[in-house]
């Protein structure tokens, strides 16, 4: 898509007029990599900058913008329970945590009784 650049400078022009202390965020290929380490930085005002989500393209900027948008929500205090941020991927320095459904046994593969019992506590042992 070919986009007139008059009217993006207007809008952008006018957003940082109503808005001074907003911080503007380019979606670029070029850009840096987002992090979750990123996101407590763009919560509190970042410089505008260029993020890019990765080395892949995309149909348009909707899909990048909203997994920024939904990593940064995550973290306002309120927007989920504190248990379940604090048990987040990132704040363990892990790749993911173990997660186990049904049913109870899989082509030989048992889930551990304790995530059956339901106690936190010992699950968190």
């Known amino acids: 898509m ?4 008059e009217p993006l400078v207007a809008a952008l022009a006018a957003i940082q007029e109503a808005y001074p202390n907003s911080c503007l965020i380019l979606l670029s290929p070029q ?9 407590p930085r763009l919560l509190n005002q970042a410089p505008n900058l260029q993020i890019s989500i990765g080395d892949f393209i995309t149909m348009g900027g ?14 306002i205090p309120g927007a989920i329970q504190p248990e379940s941020y604090q048990q987040e991927t990132f704040q363990n320095s892990q790749l993911d945590f173990a997660t186990y459904t049904r049913p109870e046994v899989f082509e030989g593969l048992k889930v551990p009784s304790v995530l059956l019992s339901g106690n936190h506590k010992e699950i968190n042992e």
Do not use: H, Y
């Open 62 to 75: 909707e899909i990048p913008a909203l997994a920024i948008t939904d990593a940064l929500v995550r973290a």
């Open 31 to 39: 850009g840096k990599t987002f992090t979750q380490s990123d996101v």
């Open 2 to 5: 070919v986009l007139k650049i």
